[in-house]
């Protein structure tokens, strides 16, 4: 029963011309940022290597391939999928209650755990969808473009210089860390989404608590740092950046197939877990002692 | 009889408010069960408890013999109801709303399955139409068919008739009839439509304030010796006066919009014309009120 539920739902998101903003907003983006640094990408690098330009001659064409461009292409679009991913999560419940359909699911003979596990299914696989979209764009897209070569990361005043073969592998890594945030972000706007009866408060609370965490990582005030940050979903979410910090050796030459601090990628995904588990099970408490009254 | 709904000192409370209380009634195999009360009274509520969507704060629900609480998945999927307006997604046609409240229900139905129930309830020439275009009626028999899809037992209909034309409402009194007569379900109804339901109903409960009325068959709820009388006369005062002095006066109950109204032996009403007449009390009106809707009023504003 619960695969039939399943594809019920994915049939009901995939039916709502809604669904499909969001992979129209980021393909568009993608495709922006693509032409911004086809025709501007070298201002872009120097920007990124001023700190390293005086010490050794930078090979700009050479770091501007397709592998650097998703990577800048993915720090700057992950940061607002939330949104995309709260404005369907957030509607899963609510939505039903506000258009007066969930007093007809509900009366149904399936659980109410059933109906909620899966409506979460179905928002994973939308979160999924929506990553392989991305990566369909902003990887394969840019490859195109831009071509491949080594991949050089910046991170703050260091740099890290992975060899073209040595990429594919992390880039799918970060696509499935990022499903697995993306997908914490699903769970707390299911959450929401059980105590609302109309669409929008699930998703504006999303926002809110995802900007305000985001705001409380970036002010790097010590007693945050301390207490907030490291427990903080927001700060996690970002994990997928590890991917593409790479070990170094004795010299300082970059180990192949190395990730600079996997235990701290370990962690963050642990902790991601727990926050889903965490949403879910509110969610399910909650969703099964609810009197359906809209 | 078999009874299929029996509910036992069923209680619901949100918060202060008493929505339902003590409410016990049963309904037997193959009845048409008429459910009346005012907006308020916890008619929907008590619906919303037989389909699960509230959690009673005391009491039992047995359906098909079974706890409801223990056997809540066997239980609907052998019911089909729609409870207040049937919201649908308006943005699915009608036969993809109905392929999915079939599955839903665990049936798997076929395309000429979903096009003969849309044709029983008069839609198959808007089967392909986005429900977003319907009228309330159309969606409330698009409703109605999303119910009856998976060919459930027991029919429950919260307010069937909202939102329909005159025909509309025959054509669902005949259907509902057709449900209980021909294919033998068993049907609780909720409305407002008095006379409707006086035509479909085999049995009534009437609730007030969360509170059992009165139950029990329509012809013994309007007992055809005892009746509510109404006597209408420009002369108001004059005729009460007479008639408290005389001995009508144990008869007498409270006045409904300037008319004088009695409870007696409809036999008598030509003796009490005659004597209002010979005291030159003009009668403009004298008559019976003995329909579903005058019992409903005589009970509900004691």
């Not at chain 1, 650097?68 to 940061?79: R, S, Y």
């Not at chain 2, 509520?45 to 389909?51: F, S």
Request: with cysteine; charged share 20%.
């Amino acid at each position: 029963m619960f695969t039939e539920l399943l594809k019920i739902e994915l049939y009901k998101i995939f039916k709502r011309p809604r669904t499909f903003i969001a992979f129209g907003a980021i393909a568009v983006i993608i495709l922006l940022v693509q032409f911004a640094l086809k025709v501007n990408g070298r201002d872009f690098v120097q920007f990124y290597t001023e700190s390293q330009s005086d010490t050794f001659e930078i090979p700009y064409e050479k770091i501007l391939n397709g592998y650097f461009v998703c990577v800048a292409v993915l720090h700057m679009i992950l940061v607002h999928v939330p949104l995309l991913v709260a404005l369907i999560a957030g509607d899963m419940i609510s939505g039903e209650a506000s258009l007066g359909t969930l007093r007809l699911l509900a009366g149904k003979p399936v659980t109410r755990t059933q109906l909620l596990l899966a409506k979460f299914a179905a928002s994973t696989v939308y979160v999924v969808l929506l990553l392989a979209w991305m990566a369909l764009f902003a990887l394969l897209g840019s490859m195109l473009i831009f071509g491949t070569e080594d991949l050089v990361v910046f991170k703050e005043t260091d740099m890290h210089i992975m060899k073209a073969g040595d990429v594919i592998w992390r880039f799918f890594a970060a696509f499935v860390f990022a499903a697995l945030a993306l997908t914490c972000i699903a769970a707390m706007a299911l959450m929401f989404s059980v105590f609302s009866e109309n669409s929008l408060g699930p998703i504006v609370a999303t926002v809110c608590v995802v900007i305000v965490f985001t705001i409380v990582q970036q002010l790097r005030v010590p007693v945050f740092e301390e207490t907030v940050n490291p427990w903080s979903f927001t700060t996690h979410m970002l994990g997928w950046k590890g991917f593409f910090y790479v070990e170094k050796n004795a010299e300082g030459a970059t180990i192949t197939g190395s990730i600079e601090n996997p235990a701290a990628l370990l962690r963050s995904g642990l902790i991601l877990t727990g926050y889903i588990l965490l949403f879910l099970g509110v969610s399910i408490r909650s969703f099964s002692k609810k009197d359906i009254l809209s | 009889m078999n009874q299929v709904i029996r509910a036992e000192q069923l209680s619901k409370d949100f918060g202060d408010i008493k929505a339902v209380r003590d409410l016990s009634f049963s309904v037997g195999q193959g009845q048409v069960y008429g459910f009346l009360g005012q907006n308020g009274a916890g008619k929907s509520t008590t619906i919303r408890m037989l389909l699960t969507l509230v959690e009673p704060s005391s009491g039992t629900i047995e359906i098909f013999g079974m706890n409801l609480k223990k056997h809540r998945k066997e239980i609907l999927r052998r019911t089909g109801a729609i409870i207040e307006k049937p919201d649908l997604y308006k943005y699915l046609t009608a036969k993809e709303n109905l392929r999915i409240f079939s599955r839903l229900s665990a049936v798997k139905v076929s395309e000429k399955k979903i096009m003969d129930q849309l044709a029983l309830v008069g839609l198959a020439d808007r089967a392909e139409s986005k429900v977003k275009t319907y009228s309330q009626g159309m969606k409330q028999r698009l409703g109605l068919a999303t119910a009856l899809i998976h060919d459930p037992e027991l029919v429950i209909l919260d307010e069937p008739a909202n939102g329909l034309d005159p025909q509309g409402i025959a054509d669902m009194r005949n259907l509902i009839l057709h449900l209980s007569k021909e294919l033998g379900k068993t049907l609780l109804v909720s409305s407002h439509l008095l006379g409707e339901m006086e035509m479909v109903a085999d049995q009534l409960l009437i609730i007030h304030k969360g509170e059992k009325v009165v139950e029990g068959r329509v012809s013994e709820l309007l007992n055809p010796e005892q009746s509510i009388v109404e006597l209408v006369t420009p002369d108001t005062l004059g005729a009460l006066a007479f008639l408290r002095q005389s001995g009508w006066a144990g008869t007498l109950k409270e006045p409904v919009n300037g008319a004088i109204r009695m409870e007696f032996n409809k036999q008598q009403i030509p003796e009490l014309n005659r004597q209002l007449v010979e005291k030159g009390i003009p009668v403009l009106s004298l008559r019976p009120l003995n329909s579903l809707e005058d019992y409903f009023l005589s009970l509900t504003k004691r």
